[in-house]
């Protein structure tokens, strides 16, 4: 009996999604998420385990 008012909700939340603007600041997304362009990709785990290539050598 329910269903009426929760699809109502959930097409007036889509219609908001689909029509309003909304407004971002996408330096402070950026500096929130941690990207900048001069970092390199450090794996961290890189020395703590042997590759399975070295194994196949070493065998």
């Known amino acids: ?5 929760q699809k109502a909700k959930h ?9 309003d603007t909304y407004n971002v600041n996408y330096s402070a997304l ?3 998420l941690g990207h900048h362009d001069d970092d390199q990709y450090v794996d961290k785990w890189a020395d703590q385990y042997a590759d ?3 194994e196949l050598e070493k065998a």
């Open 52 to 54: 399975d290539e070295d």
């Open 1 to 5: 009996m329910g269903r009426g008012r």
């Open 11 to 19: 097409t007036k939340i889509a219609r908001e999604l689909k029509y």
């Open 30 to 32: 950026e500096k929130e």
